[in-house]
């Protein structure tokens, strides 16, 4: 099993930052990517940022150049630093990461509990 253990949320004004993390624990062979989504109220889940197991990173277009997503040095505790936060960034921020575990072959997709994030003056 994996656990994936979120933090950092809460209520900021517009302009605001935020700094989200999330903790992947387990019986975990390799984690091969970590990333955080987002689901507005009345919206689909979508992908905020990813980070692959080599570092590269990916970004919804309405977040780059003010969020920015890194991993910690276990490569087993993903970071969201949120800047000039907006309205439009509110909603549940869920930690996802896609890793193998000692009894699997293949890697598989796991999710936290998400963590809320409002945005709001």
């Known amino acids: 099993q994996v656990q994936l253990v979120e933090s950092g949320g809460g209520l900021v004004q517009p302009g605001g930052s935020l700094r989200l993390s999330c903790t992947a624990s387990?019986?975990?062979?390799?984690?091969?990517?970590m990333g955080w989504y987002r689901q507005a109220p009345g919206k689909e889940r979508e992908l905020v940022a990813n980070?692959?197991?080599?570092?590269?990173?990916n970004y919804a277009d309405s977040v780059k150049g003010r969020f920015t997503i890194s991993r910690g040095n276990a490569g087993n505790t993903v970071y969201l630093q949120m800047d000039s936060l907006q309205p439009e960034d509110t909603g549940v921020y869920y930690c996802?990461?896609?890793?193998?575990?000692?009894?699997?072959?293949?890697?598989?997709?796991?999710w936290g509990q998400g963590t809320q994030v409002t945005v709001s003056s």
């Open positions: 980070i692959m197991s080599g570092g590269t990173t």
């Open positions: 996802n990461a896609y890793v193998r575990l000692v009894s699997q072959r293949l890697g598989d997709d796991y």
């Open positions: 387990g019986s975990i062979v390799s984690i091969y990517r």
